[in-house]
């Protein structure tokens, strides 16, 4: 991962998160208060700002404690933590495998603070695919140009990992987190605002899981530039 990475997979973010700020927040007033995509977008507005403003800092950690501190809805504290944890376990040269690592503490940290889990038709619902899909897409790799452990077969498998390109492992991950961002129509929600509706908020997609798809298919689009 190249050093300015996360400072374009940012600026990105806050791209997609623009034009997308009207679909965010239609999906928010049907099962929330309406104001998904504002927050989102007057967030990452911030964000822009704070990394032009200190382009030596760290740009996850600045862009997370931006969003803590400039975003009211749930999402700010949310997203926030999760860039502030990533950054904080990110060193400036990461190999994929360590990219993973650091996106899994991240979603781990707002499974901590929202005191969800998947299945609550929340982000993690497209958050936890994600880290899922990163974590395959670069565990190690199967030791190849060696026999076969004895007992298995010539015809074994081996994941074909660690060759796959960084737009390659983005996609997967992508894919992942808006397959789940689908899968929270059906769901009822346990969690934010959208749990007060009980069984009127099934049949419609979890905001905060559309704009967590948003911000890893961000990652696909960054990855070859
Ligand atoms: P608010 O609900 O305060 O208006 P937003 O509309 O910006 O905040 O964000 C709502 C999104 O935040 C939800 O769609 C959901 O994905 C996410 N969210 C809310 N509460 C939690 C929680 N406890 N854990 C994880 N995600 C949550
Ligand atoms: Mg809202
Ligand atoms: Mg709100």
């Known amino acids: 991962m190249r050093a300015g990475f996360p400072a374009a997979w940012l600026a990105e973010c806050a791209r997609v998160v623009a034009a997308e700020r009207e679909r965010l927040t239609a999906l928010d007033a049907a099962i929330g208060d309406a104001d998904h995509g504002a927050n989102l977008d007057r967030g990452f507005a911030e964000v822009r700002r704070a990394l032009a403003a200190a382009p030596e800092a760290d740009a996850l950690v600045t862009a997370g404690t931006t969003l803590i501190r400039k975003v009211g809805g749930a999402s700010g504290p949310l997203y926030g933590s999760l860039l502030r944890a990533m950054g904080a376990a990110l060193g400036a040269q990461a190999s994929p495998a360590e990219f993973a690592a650091a996106f899994t503490t991240g979603v781990e940290a707002v499974a901590r603070l929202g005191r969800s889990a998947e299945g609550d038709k929340t982000m993690l619902d497209a958050l936890w695919p994600a880290a899922r899909a990163l974590t395959d897409a670069t565990?190690?790799?199967?030791?190849?140009?060696?026999?076969?452990?004895?007992?298995?077969?010539?015809?074994?498998?081996?994941?074909?990992?660690?060759?796959?390109?960084?737009?390659?492992?983005?996609?997967?991950?992508?894919?992942?987190?808006?397959?789940?961002?689908?899968?929270t129509v059906p769901m009822l929600a346990r969690k934010g605002r959208a749990s007060y509706l009980g069984e009127r908020s099934v049949g419609h997609e979890d905001p905060g899981a559309a704009s967590s798809a948003l911000l890893v298919g961000a990652l696909e689009t960054v990855a070859d530039e």
């Open 139 to 183: 565990g190690p790799q199967a030791p190849s140009g060696l026999p076969a452990p004895p007992g298995l077969s010539g015809s074994l498998e081996f994941p074909e990992i660690s060759r796959l390109s960084a737009a390659e492992v983005f996609g997967r991950a992508a894919t992942a987190a808006r397959a789940g961002a689908a899968a």
